[in-house]
């Protein structure tokens, strides 16, 4: 209608102007592809992902532990960092124990301050075939493109910022204050050294925790179904606390109070309850604990 009524004014006498040229279109945001693998995706995409999924960006913050932070809870770092959440990982064991030549020769290092680089590299110098034929390479590989090194949950300062390899560990933007929402454990005895580990520091932070134990056997096999499973359980919980936040607001939320933290942490027995249902063969635990 504009160009008509620009021609309309101008008199006969007067060549006509060519009409303006159209404007520039816009991109096609709805034509982007999302892939998502093992492996994760590159910046730019995580970025447009949770920009388009999540209106306000809030992502609950999870902590996976397994006994020697290697192959159960590293698998499930690695699935909640690709989903873009904040996670960090640690193990409940007092030495970080990998299979060996036998079962009496385990391969041990010490937590947070041996590299899964330098395992990798002292185990592909000790029997490349055989560590590669048992999958050990393989997982350590794995785990240094996730982060530095292996963590012993009972050495976790509660509450410090963490702001050591910020730029190596993956998920770790989001949880450099400390704190997390939900610890999911891969085996029952890790889940019971977590909670009585938390009982004897008094919750000095007076903030709560969701322990959720998630029991997966310590195979390659079984993590990677385990992995998927946590994941699963992840998306659940956030879809909850989003909606308790969008009900309630998020008042009192970073400090584990207000009315929409209340709600969610209300919700997450059923959550679970249904969650069980979807994964039958990885029997659950829970309890509410304290920071």
Not at 248 to 261: E, I, L
């Amino acid at each position: 209608m504009a160009a008509e009524s620009g021609l309309a004014s101008y008199p006969s006498s007067h060549p006509i102007p060519p009409p303006p040229p159209p404007p520039p279109l816009d991109p096609p945001q709805a034509q982007v592809k999302h892939e998502v693998g093992l492996d994760g995706t590159d910046d730019q995409d995580m970025s447009m992902d949770v920009d388009s999924s999540n209106e306000d960006n809030f992502k609950l913050k999870f902590c996976t532990v397994c006994a020697s932070n290697q192959n159960r809870s590293m698998e499930a770092h690695l699935r909640l960092a690709a989903a873009h959440y904040p996670v960090i990982s640690f193990g409940t064991g007092s030495l970080v124990r990998l299979p060996g030549p036998t079962i009496t020769q385990p391969n041990v290092y010490n937590f947070n301050t041996t590299s899964y680089d330098s395992m990798y590299k002292e185990l592909e110098q000790k029997d490349p075939r055989l560590y590669r034929a048992n999958g050990l390479l393989n997982m350590l590989e794995r785990n240094r493109g996730v982060k530095w090194g292996p963590e012993r949950w009972q050495d976790w300062r509660v509450g410090t910022p963490r702001l050591k390899n910020l730029e190596q560990d993956r998920g770790s933007g989001g949880v450099e204050g400390g704190v997390v929402d939900v610890v999911i454990t891969c085996e029952e005895r890790c889940w019971d050294a977590v909670v009585d580990d938390l009982l004897s520091r008094g919750s000095p932070l007076n903030r709560p925790v969701h322990v959720i134990n998630v029991d997966i056997r310590d195979n390659h096999e079984e993590a990677l179904v385990g992995g998927r499973a946590i994941l699963d359980l992840a998306d659940t919980l956030n879809h909850a606390a989003e909606e308790e936040r969008k009900r309630h607001g998020a008042n009192g939320w970073s400090d584990g109070t207000g009315p929409g933290r209340s709600g969610f942490d209300e919700r997450v027995p059923e959550i679970l309850a249904e969650w069980q249902g979807r994964w039958p063969h990885l029997p659950a635990l829970w309890t509410l604990a304290w920071f």
